[in-house]
């Protein structure tokens, strides 16, 4: 745990397009000069501790704003900064792995439209799951959100500092999105109306056999001072 706290740490926060808080061979290094377990947790420690004490406090905070936006500020759910070091193997130019592979590696001529693409619905994910947060204000939805703030705080401080972290999240966010989504479409269609129709009509109701209950008591209570 102290070893992926140390690699989280990791990074030039004066350099934005570098990588911030992933694997690095340097920390990895350091970690394994120590003979035991509890030397190599006590090494991670002291050199977080160090390293965060060289930064200060407003840099400090400038390095962990730089590594969220870097893990979720594209749709690209995989490889991407913290991919620089992978090698591409293309196939024969025409053929279909070959077009294929023009989208999804990082250097293929396509790949800049694929990442386009992925971000323009990735944007509409972010507004959808923020209507769902404003619009469904339920103890499930707060579980769900609890979650995926859960795991973007894990996220600041383990190793990431890339979008393929995110993978593990999708689900939560997905739900949310689809909450969104949803209400979009019913507010849309006038469903939302027709619900807020019913639960007033609903209250109406309520409101109505309150009062008639209260009615009914009442003339008990004078019947029965009458009776004595």
Known sequence: MAHFI??????DEDNRESIHGTWNAGDLKSTLAEKNKSDKSKKDIELFVERTANRGLARTIKFYGQKYFQTTDTGVIGYHRDGLWLNYSYSANGSLSNKIQQIYYGNGKLRPSFNFL????????LISSIIALYFNRTWKVGVVTL??????LFLLIFESGGTKYMFQYIYLICLLSGLGISYCLNRFSGDIAIQKEGVKKNEDEQTLNNSSSLQRRR??????KRSK
């Open 6 to 11: 140390l690699m989280g740490s990791f990074g």
């Open 118 to 125: 992925c971000q323009f619905f990735w944007i509409i994910t």
């Open 147 to 152: 979650s995926l703030l859960g795991g973007l």
């Open 219 to 224: 003339n008990t209570r004078n019947i029965s």
